[in-house]
């Protein structure tokens, strides 16, 4: 019996088994925090393009009509209710920008809250 206690010669795959579960935790928390990032990107590039349709508009457009052609482009690039963010996550209702006009530039920020398609756990952005 004493012999059992004091034999090593297992101890490599038992420590590969540990960390091995160890990493994949890890590598998996890194891949959906990388697809919420992604989430992110998507919803800033609307906005950033939204902005530059309403400030494109020139000199002779109106606060109303650099607010609607900004509004306009976000809703063709998000999409409508639902509409996905990037392959694995869903927006939770209509992200709903906000657009102010200062002179002839438009400025905007946009929220939403999304969740992972195939689990419950939802993050804000």
Same mark, same amino acid.
């Given at each position: 019996?004493?012999?059992?206690?004091?034999?090593?010669? =297992? $101890?490599? &795959?038992?420590?590969?088994?540990? +960390?091995?579960?160890?990493?994949?935790?890890?590598? @998996? %928390?890194?891949?959906?925090?990388?697809? =919420? $990032?992604? &989430?992110?990107?998507?919803?800033? +590039?609307?906005?950033?393009?939204?902005?530059?349709? @309403? %400030?494109?508009?020139?000199?002779?457009?109106?606060?109303?009509?650099?607010?609607?052609?900004?509004?306009?482009?976000?809703?063709?690039?998000?999409?409508?209710?639902?509409?996905?963010?990037?392959?694995?996550?869903?927006?939770?209702?209509?992200?709903?920008?906000?657009?102010?006009?200062?002179?002839?530039?438009?400025?905007?920020?946009?929220?939403?809250?999304?969740?992972?398609?195939?689990?419950?756990?939802?993050?804000?952005?």
């Amino acid at each position: 019996m004493k012999n059992i206690w004091q034999n090593c010669f =297992g $101890n490599i &795959a038992v420590m590969s088994a540990l +960390a091995t579960a160890g990493l994949t935790g890890v590598v @998996g %928390t890194a891949v959906i925090f990388n697809q =919420g $990032n992604d &989430a992110r990107d998507h919803l800033q +590039a609307g906005v950033d393009a939204a902005v530059l349709a @309403g %400030t494109s508009l020139g000199y002779g457009a109106t606060d109303l009509q650099r607010i609607a052609a900004a509004q306009l482009l976000f809703d063709h690039n998000i999409k409508m209710e639902g509409a996905s963010l990037s392959s694995q996550f869903a927006a939770q209702g209509q992200p709903a920008p906000i657009f102010t006009v200062n002179g002839t530039e438009v400025s905007g920020t946009s929220s939403a809250k999304i969740k992972k398609l195939s689990w419950n756990n939802n993050w804000c952005l």
